[in-house]
């Protein structure tokens, strides 16, 4: 098991950028494909970026892609979410994902074993 506690979330506007972090604890950090996923109030919870065990790929939603960037430092036990030129239609509540091993990159919800709580996001325009 994993725990997982996302911050940086706040209120920004259009163009604007944010950076979300999560910390995580519990087992090995390493053991873990990590994503970053976002809802929105009366939507689906929606894949938003992934990078595997070891930082060696990404893997991005086509909404955010080269807006976003994802990273993570094993040695700090942290996972990164990089989020420039934002738009109102990014607004939600973001959750860090944890995936169930270093195999499974979590793109997709049935991917995730572990949530963060959710760090609210909201751009203005």
């Known amino acids: 098991q994993v725990q997982l506690v996302e911050s940086g979330g706040g209120l920004v506007q259009a163009g604007g950028s944010l950076r979300l972090s999560c910390a995580a604890s519990?087992?090995?950090?390493?053991?873990?494909?990590m994503g970053w996923f976002r809802q929105a109030p009366g939507k689906e919870r929606a894949f938003v970026a992934a990078?595997?065990?070891?930082?060696?790929?990404?893997y991005y939603a086509d909404s955010v892609k080269g807006r976003f960037t994802i990273s993570r430092d094993n040695a700090k036990n942290t996972v990164n979410l990089q989020m420039n030129s934002l738009k109102p239609e990014d607004t939600a509540v973001y959750y860090c994902?944890?995936?169930?091993?270093?195999?499974?990159?979590?793109?997709?919800?049935?991917?995730?074993?572990?949530w963060g709580q959710g760090t609210q996001v909201t751009v203005s325009s």
């Open positions: 994902a944890a995936g169930k091993n270093r195999i499974v990159v979590p793109t997709t919800t049935q991917d995730v074993a572990s």
């Open positions: 519990g087992r090995t950090f390493s053991n873990y494909a």
């Open positions: 990078i595997t065990w070891n930082g060696g790929r990404t």
